[in-house]
C-alpha cells in the first residue's frame, strides 16, 4: 500500500508547494503594483469562456482570447480609475522630506535622471471631474513634477478645477518647467482667471494654451488681462479661446482675440470657437498680408454668416501662409460657398480646408468643381455632414484635370453617395500612384497639426 502511495505522495507535496510559491509571488506582486497578479488560464477556461474545441484551437485564437480579456481588465481598471491612482500609476519622483541640510543640486524631489519614467515631456490628467479630482491629490503631483526638467505639456482638459485652485495654478508657473497647458473644459472663472494671468505675465517661455469653454468667457474686462498676459510670451505659438456672452449679439470679446491673432507675432495654430464675431475685417487685411503669421486657423461655432465668409474669403485669396483652414459647425450655405470656391481658384497655399457639419449643398459642389480645376495644391477638403446628395461634377475633374486632393471627409456618411464614393476612392488612388515616381512634385504634407499634437511645435516635418 506504501508502495503505490508512494509516488503519489511526492506528487502531491510538489504540487503543495508550487501553489504555495504561486500565492507568495501573487502577494508580492499586489504588493509592489497594487493590482492583482494576472495568472494564465487553463486549457478548460479557455474553452469555457469562449467554446472553442482544445485540440482545434490556433495560435491567432488563443492571441485573441488573450487580447480581448486584456482589454475588458483595462476598460474595467479605466473606469475605477481616480486621479490619485493614475498619478500613482505614473511612477513619478516622490518630494523630499524636509532635511536641515539641503541637497547640493537643489532638488526638492528624488529625481532619477536614469529612471525613463522620470523623463517624459507630455502627461495628460483630462477627463478626471467625476472621479475623484481633488486639490490634496493635485497639490502632490505638482509637487512631484517640479524637478521634471523635460516635461514641456500638462493637459488638465475637463477636471472641474475653478476658482478655488489659483494657489495651484500659480505653482504650475512658478515652479514647474511646463510651458503647453491645457485648462479647457473646466470651471474657471473672472477672479481665479485674475489671479492666474498675474502669474503668467512674470514670465515669457510658454508655448502653448487651451482656456476654451471655461467661465470666464464672458467678461471683457478678464478677456483684456488675458490679453495683456499672452501678448508678452515670446514663443507662442498656439492658443484656443472663446468669447462668448448669453443673450448679448453686440458682445465686443470676439475683437479682443482677433486683436491678439494680429498682434502675436510668433502665434501659427489659432483656434477661436464659442463666439460671436462682429468684425472679420481687420482679420481679413492681416491674412492678406504677406507679413502673415498663421499656418493653421480654425472658427468653430463662431454664428458665421455669408457676409462673413465673403470678407474672410477676400483675405484667404492672397494669404501665402496659412496651409490648414477649419470652418466646422457654422452653418455655411452654398452662398458661403460660392466665396470659398472663388478663394480657391487663386489661393495656392492651402494644403487642408475641413467645411464639415455645415449647411453645404449640390450647387457648392458644381462650384467646388470649377475651382479645382485650377488648383493642384489643395489635398484634403473635407465635406463630411453637409446637404450633399451629388458629387458627379468632383468625378468629372478628379483625376483629368485635379490630382492632388486625395480627401473629402467623411462624405460617404450619406448612403445616397456610396457608390459615387467608392469610384472617388479609385481616382485618388490613382492620382497618388501617377506621382509615385516624382518625389520633388508632390505637395509638401503639413504633418504636425499643431492643434492636435500641442507638444510638437515644428511646423514643418519634411
Given at each position: 500500500?506504501?508502495?503505490?502511495?508512494?509516488?503519489?505522495?511526492?506528487?502531491?507535496?510538489?504540487?503543495?508547494?508550487?501553489?504555495?510559491?504561486?500565492?507568495?509571488?501573487?502577494?508580492?506582486?499586489?504588493?509592489?503594483?497594487?493590482?492583482?497578479?494576472?495568472?494564465?488560464?487553463?486549457?478548460?477556461?479557455?474553452?469555457?469562456?469562449?467554446?472553442?474545441?482544445?485540440?482545434?484551437?490556433?495560435?491567432?485564437?488563443?492571441?485573441?482570447?488573450?487580447?480581448?480579456?486584456?482589454?475588458?481588465?483595462?476598460?474595467?481598471?479605466?473606469?475605477?480609475?481616480?486621479?490619485?491612482?493614475?498619478?500613482?500609476?505614473?511612477?513619478?519622483?516622490?518630494?523630499?522630506?524636509?532635511?536641515?541640510?539641503?541637497?547640493?543640486?537643489?532638488?526638492?524631489?528624488?529625481?532619477?535622471?536614469?529612471?525613463?519614467?522620470?523623463?517624459?515631456?507630455?502627461?495628460?490628467?483630462?477627463?478626471?471631474?467625476?472621479?475623484?479630482?481633488?486639490?490634496?491629490?493635485?497639490?502632490?503631483?505638482?509637487?512631484?513634477?517640479?524637478?521634471?526638467?523635460?516635461?514641456?505639456?500638462?493637459?488638465?482638459?475637463?477636471?472641474?478645477?475653478?476658482?478655488?485652485?489659483?494657489?495651484?495654478?500659480?505653482?504650475?508657473?512658478?515652479?514647474?518647467?511646463?510651458?503647453?497647458?491645457?485648462?479647457?473644459?473646466?470651471?474657471?472663472?473672472?477672479?481665479?482667471?485674475?489671479?492666474?494671468?498675474?502669474?503668467?505675465?512674470?514670465?515669457?517661455?510658454?508655448?502653448?494654451?487651451?482656456?476654451?469653454?471655461?467661465?470666464?468667457?464672458?467678461?471683457?474686462?478678464?478677456?483684456?488681462?488675458?490679453?495683456?498676459?499672452?501678448?508678452?510670451?515670446?514663443?507662442?505659438?498656439?492658443?484656443?479661446?472663446?468669447?462668448?456672452?448669453?443673450?448679448?449679439?453686440?458682445?465686443?470679446?470676439?475683437?479682443?482675440?482677433?486683436?491678439?491673432?494680429?498682434?502675436?507675432?510668433?502665434?501659427?495654430?489659432?483656434?477661436?470657437?464659442?463666439?460671436?464675431?462682429?468684425?472679420?475685417?481687420?482679420?481679413?487685411?492681416?491674412?492678406?498680408?504677406?507679413?502673415?503669421?498663421?499656418?493653421?486657423?480654425?472658427?468653430?461655432?463662431?454664428?458665421?454668416?455669408?457676409?462673413?465668409?465673403?470678407?474672410?474669403?477676400?483675405?484667404?485669396?492672397?494669404?501665402?501662409?496659412?496651409?490648414?483652414?477649419?470652418?466646422?459647425?457654422?452653418?455655411?450655405?452654398?452662398?458661403?460657398?460660392?466665396?470659398?470656391?472663388?478663394?480657391?481658384?487663386?489661393?495656392?497655399?492651402?494644403?487642408?480646408?475641413?467645411?464639415?457639419?455645415?449647411?453645404?449643398?449640390?450647387?457648392?459642389?458644381?462650384?467646388?468643381?470649377?475651382?479645382?480645376?485650377?488648383?493642384?495644391?489643395?489635398?484634403?477638403?473635407?465635406?463630411?455632414?453637409?446637404?450633399?446628395?451629388?458629387?458627379?461634377?468632383?468625378?468629372?475633374?478628379?483625376?483629368?484635370?485635379?490630382?492632388?486632393?486625395?480627401?473629402?471627409?467623411?462624405?460617404?456618411q450619406n448612403p445616397l453617395l456610396l457608390a459615387q464614393v467608392e469610384q472617388l476612392q479609385k481616382r485618388f488612388k490613382g492620382s497618388k500612384d501617377s506621382t509615385s515616381n516624382y518625389v520633388i512634385l508632390k505637395p509638401i504634407n503639413f504633418t504636425q497639426i499643431l492643434h492636435r499634437k500641442q507638444e510638437n511645435y515644428r511646423v514643418w516635418?519634411?
Open positions: 500500500m506504501n508502495k503505490s502511495l508512494g509516488p503519489n505522495l511526492k506528487y502531491l507535496q510538489k504540487i503543495e508547494e508550487q501553489e504555495k510559491m504561486i500565492e507568495f509571488l501573487k502577494i508580492k506582486y499586489k504588493e509592489t503594483t497594487g493590482f492583482e497578479a494576472p495568472l494564465m488560464q487553463t486549457q478548460n477556461e479557455v474553452v469555457t469562456q469562449s467554446k472553442i474545441n482544445p485540440h482545434s484551437i490556433t495560435l491567432p485564437q488563443a492571441k485573441s482570447i488573450i487580447f480581448t480579456q486584456q482589454n475588458e481588465e483595462e476598460k474595467q481598471l479605466e473606469q475605477f480609475q481616480t486621479f490619485y491612482d493614475a498619478v500613482s500609476n505614473l511612477k513619478l519622483p516622490t518630494k523630499l522630506l524636509p532635511s536641515k541640510t539641503r541637497p547640493k543640486n537643489n532638488l526638492k524631489t528624488n529625481i532619477d535622471f536614469k529612471n525613463h519614467y522620470h523623463l517624459i515631456e507630455v502627461i495628460d490628467l483630462s477627463n478626471f471631474g467625476s472621479k475623484k479630482f481633488n486639490r490634496l491629490a493635485f497639490k502632490e503631483f505638482l509637487e512631484q513634477i517640479q524637478d521634471m526638467r523635460t516635461l514641456h505639456t500638462l493637459k488638465l482638459k475637463n477636471n472641474g478645477i475653478d476658482d478655488s485652485y489659483s494657489d495651484e495654478l500659480k505653482f504650475i508657473v512658478s515652479n514647474t518647467h511646463v510651458k503647453s497647458l491645457d485648462l479647457s473644459h473646466n470651471e474657471l472663472g473672472p477672479k481665479g482667471m485674475e489671479i492666474f494671468l498675474g502669474s503668467i505675465k512674470e514670465v515669457t517661455y510658454f508655448k502653448s494654451f487651451d482656456f476654451s469653454r471655461n467661465n470666464f468667457s464672458h467678461s471683457l474686462i478678464t478677456l483684456n488681462q488675458l490679453y495683456n498676459a499672452l501678448i508678452q510670451q515670446t514663443d507662442l505659438y498656439h492658443v484656443c479661446l472663446d468669447a462668448f456672452k448669453s443673450g448679448q449679439q453686440d458682445y465686443k470679446g470676439a475683437d479682443v482675440l482677433i486683436k491678439l491673432v494680429i498682434n502675436q507675432k510668433s502665434l501659427r495654430s489659432v483656434i477661436i470657437q464659442d463666439s460671436i464675431i462682429q468684425d472679420l475685417q481687420k482679420l481679413s487685411q492681416s491674412l492678406s498680408s504677406l507679413q502673415c503669421h498663421l499656418t493653421e486657423l480654425t472658427l468653430k461655432y463662431c454664428f458665421l454668416t455669408s457676409e462673413h465668409i465673403s470678407v474672410l474669403a477676400q483675405g484667404l485669396a492672397n494669404n501665402q501662409s496659412l496651409i490648414y483652414l477649419n470652418l466646422q459647425h457654422n452653418g455655411l450655405n452654398d452662398l458661403s460657398g460660392k466665396y470659398l470656391a472663388q478663394m480657391i481658384q487663386t489661393n495656392y497655399y492651402l494644403y487642408s480646408i475641413d467645411l464639415e457639419h455645415n449647411q453645404l449643398g449640390n450647387d457648392f459642389i458644381q462650384l467646388i468643381s470649377v475651382a479645382l480645376k485650377r488648383n493642384n495644391v489643395l489635398n484634403s477638403l473635407k465635406l463630411g455632414y453637409n446637404s450633399i446628395s451629388e458629387i458627379k461634377p468632383l468625378l468629372n475633374v478628379i483625376g483629368p484635370e485635379n490630382t492632388t486632393l486625395t480627401d473629402l471627409g467623411n462624405i460617404q516635418n519634411i
